[in-house]
């Protein structure tokens, strides 16, 4: 059975840090990328950043660049999310999700497994 599983989230004050973790089980074939996404209230998902297991290429949305991170462990099946200098428009359910049989660039891959997300809320 596949899965995915995040942890991480929590509140945080604006120009702070939190690290987002998303562990994975159950992939045979291995994952090709993991993918982060964030969803906020009345807002449609979009995705954040992801990274290709097989190359480590990576893609980061514009509103993150420069102070999200993303990385991956294949021996741990992990993928973390740095992100640092949050802002409020930060705030958001994340969610990391598994694309699979795919050599695409990560963010054009459909990924079809996701785990149950993880709130992030940037705030004085």
């Known amino acids: 059975q596949v899965q995915l599983v995040e942890s991480g989230g929590g509140l945080v004050q604006p120009g702070g840090s939190l690290r987002l973790s998303c562990a994975a089980s159950?992939?045979?074939?291995?994952?090709?990328?993991i993918a982060w996404f964030r969803q906020a209230p009345g807002k449609e998902r979009e995705g954040v950043a992801c990274?290709?297991?097989?190359?480590?290429?990576?893609w980061y949305a514009d509103s993150v660049k420069g102070r999200f991170t993303i990385s991956g462990d294949n021996a741990e099946n992990t993928v973390t999310l740095q992100m640092n200098n949050l802002k409020p428009e930060d705030t958001a359910v994340y969610s990391c999700a598994a694309a699979g049989g795919s050599d695409n660039e990560c963010h054009l891959m459909p990924y079809a497994v996701w785990g149950q997300g993880t709130q992030v809320t940037v705030s004085s």
């Open positions: 159950g992939f045979t074939p291995h994952y090709s990328a």
């Open positions: 990274i290709s297991s097989s190359n480590g290429n990576t």
